[in-house]
């Protein structure tokens, strides 16, 4: 088994930063893709970012020159780096991790328990 878990949420002001990070722990081989996603209410759930294994990135229009994913894989760990914060960002964000278990398994993909980020005056 492989557990997420997610810290660095809080409340801030509009134009301020917040840093997510969320640490795989368990059974881990390898592991493939990380991604942020994020739920607002009354919304679906959206991916706000991607990194692959090889470094590269994706994000959605609506973080793009904001935000920033990062990751470590020496600590099992991927970052979100959130600039420039907007009331429209205000949701529970949520890592996502493709997790090779053994040698040869398919990967499988872990949910984080989720981190509330809230943007207000």
């Known amino acids: 088994q492989v557990q997420l878990v997610e810290s660095g949420g809080g409340l801030v002001q509009p134009g301020g930063s917040l840093r997510l990070s969320c640490v795989a722990s368990?059974?881990?081989?390898?592991?493939?893709?990380m991604r942020w996603y994020r739920e607002a209410p009354g919304k679906q759930r959206e991916l706000v970012a991607a990194?692959?294994?090889?470094?590269?990135?994706n994000y959605a229009d609506s973080v793009k020159g904001r935000f920033t994913i990062s990751r470590d894989n020496a600590k099992n760990t991927v970052y979100l780096q959130m600039n420039s914060l907007k009331p429209e960002d205000t949701a529970v964000y949520y890592c996502?991790?493709?997790?090779?278990?053994?040698?040869?398994?398919?990967?499988?993909?872990?949910w984080g328990q989720g981190t509330q980020v809230t943007v207000a005056s």
């Open positions: 368990g059974s881990i081989f390898s592991i493939y893709g």
């Open positions: 990194i692959h294994s090889g470094g590269s990135t």
């Open positions: 996502n991790v493709d997790v090779q278990e053994g040698s040869g398994l398919v990967p499988f993909d872990y």
